[in-house]
């Protein structure tokens, strides 16, 4: 049974980082895409980036040249680096197993202005 877990969320000053972390298990993950997404309140949940089995990643505009997407395949992580953060950041991030219906419980991050 595939199984997602964040860690690394937490409140951070604005123009701050933070570095997500999801730990995946029960799936052959390095044959995996996996994404990361967000929701704030009274939001719909949007993507914030993805990257594939071979690493070819996609990263939404509104973090580009901000936000890294990376993963680890041997020891089955997927990372979120987050930096120059605004208070508009601010929102639960999920883990998530592309293509099938796999998501973390999310962690929250949250930004001062």
């Known amino acids: 049974q595939a199984r997602l877990v964040e860690s690394g969320g937490g409140l951070v000053q604005d123009g701050g980082s933070l570095r997500l972390s999801c730990k995946a298990s029960g799936f052959y993950f390095r044959g995996n895409s996996m994404g990361w997404y967000r929701q704030a309140p009274g939001k719909q949940r949007e993507l914030v980036a993805t990257?594939?089995?071979?690493?070819?990643?996609n990263v939404a505009d509104s973090v580009k040249g901000r936000f890294t997407i990376s993963r680890d395949n041997v020891r089955s992580r997927l990372f979120l680096e987050m930096n120059s953060l605004k208070p508009e950041d601010a929102a639960v991030y999920f883990c998530h197993r592309e293509n099938t219906d796999s998501w973390g419980q999310g962690t929250q991050v949250t930004v001062s202005s």
């Open positions: 990257i594939s089995s071979t690493g070819a990643t």
